[in-house]
């Protein structure tokens, strides 16, 4: 059977989160003109986030380079340093015209038994594109914005009790360098989802200076349904001393056609068993398609991630 066991109680109710008490992400506010820098990047002064208890955000003093632009002509790709809180990496402006770091605070489980849907430790996001203008709060993790968020591993350990087993997994795919190949077996993921992993193929590992990852065409289903609509370019990494978990998170677009997926639902069953050989054929049509049929295309991807310094 295809679906993996869901990581939640089976009588969890849904998670209670007052939206007053979700943790605030404080979006680094951009200095005059006069302070651009070449490569259309500019110089920021990181604000501490608003604490729960309302006090406002407080400067510090520490500085960030944020790239911000557009590419001359279409198809034309520039590439803007972004760095902030230790971690740098090339902005393709092929991928997104913008990179905006914000500090998001932690999201913590209400009760034991709630479903921990959003919970996260405190962390930092790189958020692309039109998706800087909104607050990630409670949302890790967000298919559907692009971004890039770096997570003290320590930290999700103690905020989430199936962390640590997904980091080990984690660690043990980057060592071996290939996905799990076991039936059924899934792609460890460290935030919770209430899904599985119908997708996940094209896998590309990654050494970056200080760490390693790994990239892949991933989508998640909740039940059988039509594939190929909401995938995503995927990353996860490690660095080098096991101290910070990476989460890339990049919506794709994909011109590999692919069949509707029909379930009568007065067989249920019936559509459970033919989910099965669907999802293989739909994986196997998107592996052995090319890097065109993909936008953003999958090795600008790796290369942008190539360029990470943590």
């Avoid at 295809?2 to 939206?19: G, H, I, K």
């Avoid at 960030?64 to 803007?80: H, M, Y």
Wanted: net charge positive; charged share 25%; hydrophobic share 45%.
């Amino acid at each position: 059977m295809f679906y993996a066991p869901r990581r939640e109680r089976p009588d969890a109710a849904p998670r209670r989160t007052d939206p007053a008490d979700r943790a605030a992400a404080t979006q680094l506010p951009r200095e005059p003109d006069h302070a651009r820098r070449q490569d259309r990047a500019f110089r920021l002064v990181r604000l501490v986030p608003r604490a729960h208890h309302g006090r406002g955000a407080e400067p510090t003093g520490e500085a960030a380079t944020v790239a911000s632009g557009s590419a001359a002509g279409a198809g034309a790709r520039t590439t803007i340093p972004v760095a902030y809180g230790g971690v740098r990496f090339a902005l393709d402006s092929r991928i997104a015209s913008s990179a905006v770091p914000v500090r998001v605070e932690a999201c913590h489980l209400d009760q034991p038994e709630d479903k921990p849907d959003g919970v996260a430790p405190a962390h930092v996001a790189f958020l692309l594109g039109g998706g800087a203008a909104t607050n990630p709060g409670c949302s890790v993790p967000d298919m559907a914005r692009a971004g890039l968020y770096v997570f003290s591993t320590a930290e999700y350990r103690r905020e989430l009790a199936s962390a640590g087993g997904a980091l080990k997994a984690l660690e043990k795919v980057l060592a071996a360098r290939s996905l799990p190949a076991a039936r059924g077996a899934q792609l460890p993921f460290v935030p919770f989802v209430d899904a599985s992993f119908a997708v996940a193929t094209r896998a590309s590992f990654i050494d970056f200076r200080g760490g390693s990852g790994v990239l892949v065409l991933a989508e998640l289903s909740i039940e059988p349904d039509t594939l190929g609509r909401e995938l995503v370019l995927l990353f996860q990494g490690l660095s080098r001393d096991r101290s910070r978990y990476l989460l890339g998170i990049f919506p794709v677009r994909s011109r590999v056609p692919v069949v509707p997926f029909d379930v009568d639902p007065r067989a249920p069953q019936a559509g459970q068993a033919a989910f099965e050989p669907y999802r293989a054929g739909v994986e196997r049509a998107l592996a052995a398609a090319g890097d065109e049929r993909f936008s953003p295309r999958p090795s600008w991807l790796r290369a942008m991630l190539a360029t990470l310094q943590i």
